[in-house]
């Protein structure tokens, strides 16, 4: 694994598995007994999307060349395309940020300047489709977090309608937890938990009317929120519609596929994990394989293609 933790000006306060987050040195505190958080001190965050892969969360080896860019691009194109929805970036004209240190050379095409929010501590999941680990709890339930679907549906099929299945977001080494929107309100209350729901579905609604327009299916995707600290207001953070964070396939072969296989040919990281899954027991706890050269290069090849068809319209 590697982290870019020397960037002038900047200190790494948090590694997730793809992302790694700085605040400006100057506004860190030399006082070694404080145990805050240090986000809490810096109203900017510089988010620095990594080449890293995960897949049933482990962090893989090796690296994606080229990911953390294509993924931050898509982001970036995202949010220009959403502009009625309230995001992290910061504004680039606030007078505030005028001493804060430049974005070093090396990072700045995976690199986004935010405002720090206080994020919700929930994974706001919208399926079109049913695959994953939503098909797998229909099989084993007939529902998804506690919505219930129609008898009989296959793997990959199109929903009825989008429907909105949030995951709790567990502290760092325990694994995020599937639960009910019911569930959603006692965490956050329910205003903002009513407001993660209406602007999920609007997005995804609105995402992929876009992807369709450009002959691919939005499947399914997940959003992140956080409160912003002046404002008060919900407001979309993290990566948005990229290809960790979502599943894309090809509208043509969807509709013309022999096969699952073909059906469901995939712009994401489902090529990762099909690897996985048949090359490693999750239950053994054991160190997951090393990635092979080829499914590195299909992958890497997959991310770009997606911007590419997305943003270019290729
Ligand atoms: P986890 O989120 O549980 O650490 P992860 O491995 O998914 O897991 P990454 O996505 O790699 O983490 O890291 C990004 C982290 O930054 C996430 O925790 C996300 O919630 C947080 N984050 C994203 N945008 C902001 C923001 N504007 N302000 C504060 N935190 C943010
Ligand atoms: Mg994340």
Redesign the pocket.
Known sequence: MTHVSDLAGWTLV?S????D?YVPTALMTDDDTWTGDP?SLSPV?L?VASDRVSAFDQVLEPEIPGKGALLTSLTRWWFDRLPEVPN?LAYAEDDRYHDLPGIPERVADRAML????D?FPIECVVRGYLTGSGYKEYVATGAIGGIRLPEGLADGDRLPEPIYTPAW?AP?GQHDENITYERTIELVGETVAEQLRAISLEVFAHASELAEERGLILADTKF?F?ADRELGIVTL??EVLTSDSSRYWDLEAYLTGATPEVRMASFDKQIVRDWLAANWDQSTQAEPPTLPAEIVEQTSERYRALVERLTLGL
Do not use: N, S
């Open positions: 948090y997730g598995k793809v992302r987050l986000l965050v988010v992290h935010c405002r720090t929010l994020m977001k760092l992140e956080g953070a993290d």
